[in-house]
Every structure is written in structure tokens, then in C-alpha cells.
């Protein structure tokens, strides 16, 4: 049991050195195609990095909202960036930012269910927290109170938003990162808890 702990602390550590691909040496990635959900919302996949295995595609959906978008974006395979913003169209490439201000889940399935948030600022990371199923129950999210209390606090403008990671990585872990395209995702599991 002791060793499980010890090799799902360093998996965990190991979240802490992964950000998503850059477009640097791969070109420019191409334009996203978006098809529409049942539910009207849309979907993209990413092309597939030449490390990557099926269902490994980073996916972007969008749900239409008042205003535009609000969108869900998963990126990588053992290691997943998730990230939850809104824009005014929907976005034409993945990840402009390496880390942009803001909140981020990060989902493993790697030696056992876990997950890590972040809160950025413009001058990095300022914020984590980790779980895992590994060192037993698995711990809740941070609130959305407390993340937006922080930004507040500190002056942070948030390009990214917060989700609630814990719900998210249920659902996605044991699966692909397709599994953000189902009715297993929502807006509203998003937000449970807030």
C-alpha cells in the first residue's frame, strides 16, 4: 500500500511539469471542423499527435449561450488539460495559450484516478491542489467561490474558468477524451457545487 502511495504522489508530482503541445515545430495545426450535437451544442477534434493513441485527439465542444460560447477543451492522454472558457465565435485553433490566466483541471487515470487544479496568473502558476483515489477517498474540487474569491483578491482578469474538476474527472478518466462529447457532460456538471 505504501508503494501504491509513493507512485501515485510522483504521477500526481508529474502533473505538475505537463502543459499542453505547442503548435512550435509541429507548423500551424489545422483549422477546427465543428459538427453540431444532438443537443446543439458542437464538437471539434484535434488532429492526433504522432505519440498518441486513439481517443488521445485533443476535442473542443461549445454549448451556444446569450453571448456567444461557453467551451470545454481536453488535450493529451495520461496526463489531460482541461480547460473551460467563453468566446464570442467559436474558436478556429486549440490552445493559443500555454497557460493563460485563470483555472485549470488536469485529469490521469495514471496508477489510479486523480486529478490536479491550478489557478494561473499572468506571471504563471499561483494555486494547486491534487487528489487521487490512491491516498483513499477521493478529495472534492475547490469551489467556485473560493477560485473566484482568489482571482478577486489578487487582481487576476481569468481568460479560463472554473469547472468542477472532481465531476469531470470521473466522467472522462476511465474513458477517452470523446467522452466530453456525450450526454455524461454538461454545462450543469460543470457547475455542480458551485
Not at 481517443?55 to 451556444?64: E, F, I, K, L, N
Request: with cysteine.
Amino acid at each position: 500500500m505504501h508503494n501504491l502511495k509513493l507512485v501515485l504522489t510522483i504521477a500526481l508530482v508529474a502533473l505538475s511539469g505537463c502543459s499542453p503541445p505547442s503548435s512550435e515545430g509541429r507548423g500551424i495545426e489545422p483549422p477546427l471542423s465543428w459538427a453540431i450535437l444532438p443537443d446543439g451544442s458542437k464538437i471539434a477534434v484535434g488532429p492526433l499527435l504522432p505519440e498518441g493513441t486513439a481517443g488521445s485527439q485533443p476535442v473542443v465542444r461549445c454549448w451556444p449561450q446569450a453571448q456567444g460560447f461557453e467551451c470545454l477543451a481536453i488535450n493529451g492522454e495520461k496526463f489531460r488539460d482541461v480547460r473551460r472558457f467563453r468566446a464570442s465565435e467559436l474558436p478556429v485553433r486549440l490552445w493559443e495559450e500555454a497557460s493563460p490566466a485563470g483555472y485549470e483541471c488536469q485529469i490521469t487515470d495514471y496508477m489510479g484516478i486523480g486529478y490536479k487544479e491550478t489557478i494561473h496568473g499572468t506571471s504563471g502558476q499561483l494555486q494547486e491542489h491534487m487528489s487521487s483515489n490512491g491516498f483513499g477517498t477521493i478529495e472534492g474540487s475547490w469551489s467556485k467561490k473560493y477560485v473566484e474569491d482568489y482571482w478577486r483578491a489578487n487582481g487576476i482578469q481569468p481568460k479560463t474558468l472554473w469547472m468542477n474538476c472532481l465531476a469531470l474527472t470521473r466522467i472522462v478518466a476511465p474513458n477517452s477524451n470523446a467522452t466530453i462529447g456525450t450526454t455524461d457532460v454538461s454545462p450543469s456538471l460543470l457547475d455542480k457545487g458551485s
